[in-house]
């Protein structure tokens, strides 16, 4: 099954978002990119695939003209060789490293979420936007933009990965789907019933309350030598009296 296909079959599935944007959609690994560490790089790639390539650079320096010129690898062994006192060289030697991670093999299936639904507040991701990272080419720390601006608009995420498009994966990603709204569904449940019993515990515990505090109200003209109230129950008598008298006295 082609890419177009297939995607046709996708968003006739998870139908559109509020951007009018298919909320189900097919991209190829190799194709897609992603912002981080101040760069574009492939947004799945390969872990610990990373292509490390490194380069040297060389240029000569006329000490008594200061010019600067490049040269190639043999040049530059030939100066190192070579002194004349009248006209001093210097061989200067520059190397670059670069790092480039490797993209997967394959498709992805990506799912479309709101921004309202990312795991994150736009303060909180601006907070942890920027920071310290270790650059292997520069050899040392440096400051960069590590995830880049938040996604107002909101943001595709990886949902399924697949070798080939086929009516098996399509199959896949429907099933897939399905468990996950009603598993969403299922704590949606769940919640409720939880947040309707603590709601309910709420009401019957300040009922209690209200009526103890009638009873107490009620009773308080009436309170006689010999009786105590503890929390609005005159059930307990003072250790001074015997059966609402009081020790050693009379009625």
């Known amino acids: 099954m082609d890419v177009r296909e297939f995607q046709q079959k996708l968003t006739e599935l998870g139908g559109l978002n509020q951007r009018g944007e298919p909320n189900l959609r097919v991209v190829r690994c190799d194709q897609e990119l992603t912002f981080a560490y101040g760069r574009m790089i492939p947004k799945y790639f390969v872990p610990g695939g990373a292509k490390k390539t490194e ?64 795991k994150d507040t736009p303060e909180g991701w ?4 920027f920071g310290l990272w270790y650059d292997e080419a520069k050899a040392k720390m440096v400051w960069v933009d590590k995830i880049g601006p938040f996604p107002r608009g909101g943001r595709y995420e990886g949902f ?4 080939e498009l086929t009516d098996a994966v399509f199959e ?5 789907l399905s468990a996950r709204n009603g598993w969403k569904q299922t704590v949606s449940d769940e919640i409720m019933a939880r947040d309707m019993f603590r709601e309910a515990e709420a009401r019957e515990e300040k009922a209690i309350a ?35 008298r009081a020790s050693g006295g009379t009625s």
């Open 55 to 118: 380069l040297r650079s060389f240029r000569i320096r006329e000490i008594n003209t200061n010019n600067l010129r490049d040269c190639t690898f043999e040049e530059a062994e030939a100066a190192w060789h070579k002194y004349e006192p009248e006209n001093p060289l210097v061989v200067e030697v520059s190397r670059t490293v670069m790092i480039e991670p490797r993209a997967r093999e394959g498709y992805f299936i990506e799912q479309y979420i709101p921004p309202e639904k990312i």
């Open 126 to 129: 601006e907070a942890q936007r």
């Open 160 to 163: 399924l990965e697949a070798a």
């Open 172 to 176: 896949q990603v429907g099933h897939a």
């Open 210 to 244: 209200e009526t103890t505090e009638k009873v107490v109200d009620d009773l308080r003209p009436h309170i006689f030598r010999g009786i105590y109230m503890s929390q609005g129950n005159p059930e307990k008598m003072n250790k001074r009296t015997k059966h609402g």
